[in-house]
Nanobody, 129 residues
Framework: QGQVVESGGGFVQPGGSLRLSCAAS????????VAWFRQAPGKEREGIAC????????YYSDSVKGRFTISRDNAKNTAYLQMNSLIPDDTAVYYC??????????????????????WGQGTPVTVSS
């Protein structure tokens, strides 16, 4: 049974940085695009970034564009999310999933392209002074 494990979250002050990891097991992550989502308390889950499986092209939500960078290391079966210039509105639980596609509409499709059919436990990020 394939699964992903997110890690790297924590507590950080505004303006700080974190690097999240998404380690896949039980399947080959390179066969899929990868998407990162987040869910803040009391809010719906939102897509924030995706990366293609082949050429590494990426899309971002307006809320994180210019601050976050998605990447992947297929040799390690792992994807990453580098988060810089963090603000309190970035406080959320962050999830990654293998995805069937990667286009700008991933940020608005509510996770319909989730190739795993389930969500991992996520990694919490708290941005506060």
């Amino acid at each position: 049974q394939g699964q992903v494990v997110e890690s790297g979250g924590g507590f950080v002050q505004p303006g700080g940085s974190l690097r999240l990891s998404c380690a896949a097991s039980g399947f080959t992550l390179s066969y899929y695009h990868v998407a990162w989502f987040r869910q803040a308390p009391g809010k719906e889950r939102e897509g924030i970034a995706c990366i293609t499986r082949s050429d590494g092209g990426a899309y971002y939500s307006d809320s994180v564009k210019g601050r976050f960078t998605i990447s992947r290391d297929n040799a390690k079966n792992t994807a990453y999310l580098q988060m810089n210039s963090l603000i309190p509105d970035d406080t959320a639980v962050y999830y990654c999933v293998p995805y069937y596609y990667c286009q700008d509409y991933v940020m608005r499709d509510g996770g319909r392209g989730n190739a795993m059919g389930a969500w991992g436990q996520g990694t919490p990020v708290t941005v506060s002074s």
